[in-house]
């Protein structure tokens, strides 16, 4: 028999020698492979245990912020209203609430406003009618009393209102004399709802656990947890307790009573003694990590088999794994930069809008005072023209918020008598009313009954205020409030000898920024007959436009009678 050729053997024996070879080195490639996605996972752990730490320190500045902008707002509003009050001991309760007015409603995270005398009586709440109440041994008094030279706004820690019998907080500024004498304490009655919902704000852009505590420990608002942990305080030795005191602002990793990790920012609020925690579950941070681990880790798997069970594709394999990196590595660069569009979009939406206004029309009109009389003619009208547009561009927000805040805030009712109330409205218009020669006649008794006086008030300085803003030319205004009994409500009129209004606008004057007029011929947002009708409707009554055929408006609504009385 004829043998085989030696080249066919030689072949053989050659394959039966680099068979082990090539096992040998897919071996040592595995075992390259190995540590180095070891690495690559490690340091992928590392930047999003970062991540984790720059999402909760970006959660926690905003807090910060949110709560800084209201509470400068807050500061502002009692500054003002400590420069209406001449003397805190005798105040005229019926002036200060037509003061405020609409001002408190652009504060949905107040409850009230308190004037509190030298010697700690309350001698005005615009939320309750109180006088007499003694405040001289609560803290947020007692602070001010003794540091009153400080002249800084001071927020307490969460205290029983013994209004509510609930826990609020109290912000207060001290009121001067003009020889820098204590004279007594404005308050502002902070509700724990709005810092529940600065914490709830975040917790909606990322699941977190957040706290807002005095430097003292006591808690101001936790999340989750709800009302419930108010006016507690931290344990002792509380990993941010000794946190506080080491810095004011930073971030460290603890693990909570549910075994998870947790990272957590803290921030101090400049010159207040309040302190934002915002904790980031490490789990969640490393959701995308562990997925991207194992999803990784399989792939090599699936390779190192592949390239153990067939060495001599090797290459192609290699070639499938560095592809798999870099679409690991596309998608980690995808989720930074959506992070941090997440980080810049949090904190422009949770900006508060209301306070860079206020600041351009307060600082613009103290700018017009200073330099009244030293500009020319040009550079005057064009500061008119920046303080004009600022406070319409103020007027339009808080009429915005107004709006929105009477079908998102339950109100108390008590007792109103429309007659006082009425005659409030009057006297706040005091300056219109002389300057248009405009008249105001109540032609019958109005009757008391159950509301809220402050939104009541509103209603009457709207109707009124209309009355005078649309007054014909040629003659002095005339405007006449009725009331009437019709069942179980009562059915008021006001109306005027103005310019009267299209019966085909009768419904369209109530929507809100529906305006028949330019703003050169008459001033305003389009907001004050729809803020009218929307306080009517949530006194469970209704308001219309009735014709004229003599001329000028007729505005008629109704309201319930209080049940018990006798038609």
């Known amino acids: 028999m004829e043998q085989r050729p030696i080249t066919v053997t030689s072949e053989t024996a050659q394959d039966a020698v680099s068979r082990p070879l090539a096992i040998r080195w897919a071996w040592l490639f595995v075992l390259l492979m190995v540590l180095t996605s070891g690495w690559q996972a490690w340091d992928s752990y590392q930047a999003a245990i970062r991540a984790g730490q720059t999402l909760a320190t970006a959660l926690a500045r905003v807090a910060e912020e949110r709560i800084n902008g209201s509470l400068r707002s807050v500061d502002t509003l009692l500054r003002d209203l400590i420069s209406q009050v001449p003397d805190v001991e005798h105040v005229d309760a019926s002036v200060i609430d037509a003061y405020l007015g609409v001002r408190l409603m652009s504060f949905p995270e107040l409850r009230g406003i308190a004037l509190i005398a030298p010697q700690g009586m309350m001698s005005y709440y615009s939320f309750h009618n109180m006088p007499g109440v003694d405040l001289s041994e609560r803290p947020h008094f007692v602070y001010q009393r003794d540091n009153y030279r400080l002249n800084r706004l001071y927020v307490s820690e969460p205290q029983i209102d013994r209004v509510t019998n609930n826990y609020s907080i109290f912000a207060t500024r001290p009121i001067l004399s003009d020889d820098k004498a204590f004279r007594g304490v404005a308050s502002a009655v902070v509700l724990p709802e709005f810092f529940d919902g600065v914490l709830r704000s975040q917790a909606a852009v990322c699941p977190c656990d957040a706290l807002i505590v005095s430097v003292q420990g006591a808690v101001v608002a936790r999340y989750p947890g709800g009302g419930g942990a108010i006016g507690s305080h931290l344990p002792d030795g509380s990993s941010l307790s000794s946190h506080m005191v080491a810095a ?67 290459d192609r394999k290699e070639s499938q794994r560095r592809e798999a990196a870099a679409s690991l590595q596309m998608t980690v660069e995808r989720l930074a930069y959506s992070n941090a569009d997440l980080e810049r979009f949090a904190f422009v939406a949770s900006h508060d809008l209301q306070e860079p ?16 009389g030293k500009l020319d003619a040009s550079s005057e009208e064009y500061l008119a023209i920046i303080v004009s547009g600022a406070m319409r561009l103020h007027a339009l927000i808080n009429d915005m918020l107004v709006f929105s805040r009477l079908t998102t805030t339950l109100t108390a009712h008590t007792e109103v008598d429309c007659g006082l109330v009425t005659a409030a409205a009057i006297e706040s218009l005091s300056g219109p009313l002389v300057e248009a020669g405009a008249e105001v006649t109540i032609t019958t008794p109005l009757p008391i009954l159950r509301g809220n006086r402050l939104q009541l008030l509103v209603v009457f300085q709207g109707l009124i205020g209309n009355a005078i803003k649309f007054r014909a030319r040629g003659r002095p205004a005339r405007v006449t409030v009725s009331a009437e009994r019709q069942g179980d409500e009562w059915a008021f009129l006001v109306e005027d000898n103005g310019i009267g209004i299209d019966p085909a606008y009768a419904d369209q004057i109530f929507v809100i920024f529906k305006r028949l007029h330019g703003h050169d011929d008459y001033p305003g947002t389009g907001c004050g007959l729809a803020v009218i009708k929307r306080i009517i409707e949530n006194h469970r009554g209704r308001i219309w436009l009735e014709p004229n055929p003599l001329g000028g408006s007729r505005f008629r609504f109704t309201l319930p009678a209080r049940p018990n009385e006798v038609n």
């Open 357 to 372: 206004v206020r600041n351009v029309v307060s600082y613009s009109q103290l700018l017009a005072r200073h330099c009244r």
């Open 248 to 314: 004011e602002n930073g971030v460290y990793s603890e693990t909570g009573e549910d075994g998870d990790s947790r990272i957590v920012a803290f921030r101090r609020l400049p010159d207040l003694s309040l302190v934002v925690a915002i904790g980031v579950s490490a789990k969640s941070s490393l959701a995308e990590w562990r997925r991207s681990t194992i999803t990784v880790g399989a792939v090599e798997l699936l390779g190192a088999l592949v390239i153990l069970w067939l060495a001599r594709r090797a």
